[in-house]
T-cell receptor, first 116, second 114 residues
Framework: AQKITQTQPGMFVQEKEAVTLDCTYD???????LFWYKQPSSGEMIFLIY??????QNATEGRYSLNFQKARKSANLVISASQLGDSAMYFC?????????????FGKGTRLHILP | GAGVSQSPRYKVTKRGQDVALRCDPI?????LYWYRQALGQGPEFLTY????????KSGLPNDRFSAERPEGSISTLTIQRTEQRDSAMYRC????????????FGPGTRLTVL
């Protein structure tokens, strides 16, 4: 079974609109971490935001917020006021277990296109 | 400070040759990770180190792949007797350790095996 599921292979969104990228995860661990990374066409992997499983508040970083719904095992990324530079591949990822230095498992990604 | 660096950025080799890919983590970062990313896919874990100790190598595809980090800083991923299926982007990441688990990625090495 896939650990991280991103159901939207591609999305087209008008500039300045808000965007929600879906991510569901599968784990039996109580302690885990959830990440979102951005990969523009240049190929670099840019860390965006992190949510710990015990964090009570949804994580926010500037225009990025993580809509964490633990019971539904959902960790959607919300980008407010989208910009042309947001066009990129976005990966949701999870680190399982209590060892906070353990490997990250990535989803297949969502390619986001921002239209002018 | 400088981010994670990798060299070479591009490597083209013939099938059967050995290759060594180098990763220089962010200064002071304890943990170092190797991932492989196929085109259009997310990175897949290969192996990781805390300091010089290899903690998990469960993602290495077979015994042609090995990695080391002898002094707890720079790491080398070696692929022996390369095959065409080894062609991919190889990414290195590092994290501070000690409870800070955000991994920061390098630019990757694009390996092409002819």
């Amino acid at each position: 079974a896939q650990k991280i599921t991103q159901t939207q292979p591609g999305m087209f969104v008008q500039e300045k609109e808000a965007v929600t990228l879906d991510c569901t995860y599968d784990t039996s661990d109580q302690s885990y971490g959830l990440f979102w990374y951005k990969q523009p066409s240049s190929g670099e992997m840019i860390f965006l935001i992190y949510q710990g499983s015990y964090d009570e508040q949804n994580a926010t970083e500037g225009r990025y917020s993580l809509n964490f719904q633990k019971a539904r095992k959902s960790a959607n990324l919300v980008i407010s006021a989208s910009q042309l530079g947001d066009s990129a591949m976005y990966f949701c990822a999870m680190r399982e277990g209590t060892a906070r230095d353990d490997k990250i498992i990535f989803g297949k990604g969502t390619r986001l296109h921002i239209l002018p | 400070g400088a981010g994670v660096s990798q060299s070479p950025r591009y490597k083209v080799t013939k099938r059967g040759q050995d290759v060594a890919l180098r990763c220089d983590p962010i200064s002071g970062h304890v943990s170092l990770y190797w991932y492989r990313q196929a085109l259009g896919q997310g990175p897949e874990f290969l192996t990781y180190f805390n300091y010089e100790a290899q903690q998990d190598k469960s993602g290495l595809p077979n015994d042609r792949f090995s990695a080391e980090r002898p002094e707890g800083s720079i790491s080398t991923l070696t692929i022996q007797r390369t095959e065409q299926r080894d062609s991919a982007m190889y990414r290195c990441a590092s994290s501070l350790g000690g409870g800070a688990d955000t991994q920061y990625f390098g630019p990757g090495t694009r390996l092409t095996v002819l």
